[in-house]
Structures are given as structure tokens and as C-alpha cells.
């Protein structure tokens, strides 16, 4: 399991990177691959200061070894293997009509002294962080993300999507990161689940991801825009990087298992504001934004 999945997701990069550089017309991605001393390594992909992407980055890494004791600690095991494998991308537009996204698709396995292994689960996810409110683009992304779940269970998008409000969630700011996805964690092999209808589920998710995105992309990227509009991105944007420095469960796990910082910190725009309690405008689309992330709405 741990090789298919791995050999997906190096595809699953090709393609994202392909069409993604397509769509910007102009900037690249800069590629380093990089090993990791206690074992394994990955693939990073960066690209910056394009047309439509200002920073992106699109990971893969597969890195095994001993399990960290801070990991033995967070997982509640004793002194286990592990290999752990996934792909990771956040994308930062330009524009601020175009919003962020990050989706993350993931395998892990534990193993005994004897190399059996004793536990494995899949996750992963997608969600969307836009800094201005089109509701048709929020309801298209969460219509794809349904579409990908009904075709494997039609309880997983409502489950999933509670995740990941629920998760993706600025508990010291009350209020949501941006209008939420997928989220899910633990996909471990049950009676009705086997770890193969797993890997079916997980797949078929990340090869939505680009239908999900991409259009909304292409629909907002030649929006005009102000000062103003990039000013209250960039604020935005600071609530994003307080998330994923203070509660991120991934950004944790690289940092504590000696992962490569250059490619976990990859997540973090460019240009970010923190303006001392900044408040919008009273009935102004900003403050109409704020009403969403602070109450989550069913968008499908």
C-alpha cells in the first residue's frame, strides 16, 4: 500500500504542477529533492512571483525511521517504526479575488520490532480561504468535494465537512480559517472500509482537487482590484499563519520528526500584515466575509 500510494501522489504532483504553471503563464516551479539523515526524503516544488500564483508549493516527501519520542508521546505508542508519505500544497494568488487553498492527501504505517506492521490510516483534505465572498465559487468547491464522497459513502461529505470547520478553526480568533472542504484523519481498515477502499476514496479526492479549484481560478484571476482589496488580503493572510503555526497538526509533525524546514514552512505567504485590531467597514464586503468564517454555512 505504502508503494501505490506513493507512486500516486508523485503523479498526482506532475499533474498539479502542470496545470497550475499552465495557468499562470509566466512563473515556474522550482523543483529541489532533498533526503532526510534518518531516512527517506522528498520532492519540493515552489513556484513565485508569477502572473496569477505570488507563492506556491506543491510537496510530496515519504520519510521512515524511528518514531520521535515526542511522536511516541502525541501517538501513545512505545518505541515504534514508522513510514509516513503524502502530498502537501498551498497556493497564495496574486490577485485577492482569488482565493488560497490548501489540500493535503496522506498514508502512514507503524511497525513492531519484527517489522510487521501494526497500524496504518490514510488522511487528507481540501478547503478553500478566500479574502472576498463569491458564493457561487464556494458552493462549486463544496460540490466537487460532495460529488468525490457520495461516490464511496453518501454519510462522508456532512462528516467530512463538519471535520473541517471544525478543525481548520482560529479557536484564539473564534472564527474559521475560510469556508472549509474535507477533512479526514484515522482512515483505518473496518468491517465495512478496507484499507484498499480506502486508498479508492483518498485518490478519488485528490484527483478532484484540481476541478474543484482551477475554475475559480480562471473566473477570478483578471479581476481588478485596489490597494485596499490587497491591504485586507494581507490581514487575512496573517490569520492563516497564525493558524498554521499554532494549531496545524502537519506543520507539528514535520517539525518534530526533523523534517526539511524550508519545504514545511512553504505554507507561508509572502506579503502578510498584522494591523493592531483592525476592524472592517460596517456592511462592507470584508465585514461580510467575517460573517461566514464566524458561523460555517452548509454550502451544499
Given amino acids: 500500500m505504502k508503494n501505490l500510494f506513493y507512486q500516486y501522489i508523485q503523479d498526482l504532483q506532475d499533474r498539479i504542477t502542470s496545470k497550475l504553471e499552465a495557468i499562470d503563464g509566466k512563473a515556474t516551479f522550482q523543483e529541489d529533492v532533498w533526503k532526510r539523515p534518518e531516512g527517506g526524503g522528498g520532492r519540493t516544488r515552489v513556484i513565485q512571483n508569477g502572473t496569477v500564483f505570488e507563492k506556491g508549493g506543491v510537496n510530496i516527501s515519504g520519510v521512515h525511521g524511528k518514531l520521535p519520542q515526542s ?74 468535494c460532495k460529488r468525490a464522497c457520495d461516490n464511496h459513502n453518501p454519510e462522508f461529505y456532512a462528516k467530512y465537512k463538519a471535520r473541517c470547520d471544525e478543525y481548520f478553526y482560529n479557536t484564539h480568533r473564534n472564527e474559521g480559517r475560510g469556508l472549509g472542504g474535507l477533512f479526514f484523519d484515522y482512515c483505518k481498515a473496518t468491517d ?58 502537519g506543520t507539528l509533525f514535520g517539525l518534530k520528526t526533523n523534517g526539511r524546514i524550508e519545504s514545511i514552512l512553504m505554507s507561508l505567504p509572502p506579503h502578510v500584515q498584522w494591523v493592531y485590531d483592525h476592524q472592517p467597514e ?17 454550502w451544499v
Fill in 282 to 298: 460596517a456592511g462592507s464586503e470584508e465585514e461580510k466575509l467575517l460573517a461566514v468564517l464566524k458561523e460555517p454555512k452548509n
Fill in 71 to 144: 511522536m511516541q508521546a502525541y501517538f501513545k505508542v512505545g518505541d515504534v517504526d514508522f513510514f509516513a508519505c503524502g502530498l502537501s500544497l498551498v497556493l497564495h494568488p496574486k490577485n485577492p479575488m482569488v482565493p488560497t487553498v490548501h489540500a493535503n492527501w496522506r498514508y502512514f504505517e507503524m511497525y513492531n520490532e519484527q517489522g510487521d506492521v501494526i497500524d496504518s490510516w490514510f488522511g487528507g483534505g481540501q478547503d478553500l480561504t478566500p479574502y472576498y465572498l463569491f458564493e457561487e465559487d464556494a458552493i462549486h468547491f463544496h460540490q466537487i
Fill in 192 to 249: 465495512t472500509m478496507s484499507m484498499e477502499n480506502w486508498y479508492d476514496f483518498v485518490t478519488e479526492v485528490g484527483d478532484s482537487f484540481l476541478e474543484a479549484y482551477t475554475p475559480i481560478v480562471e473566473k477570478r484571476k483578471t479581476l481588478e482590484y485596489t490597494d485596499a482589496h490587497r491591504a485586507w488580503q494581507e490581514i487575512r493572510r496573517g490569520r492563516y499563519v497564525e493558524f498554521n503555526l499554532v494549531h496545524d497538526k
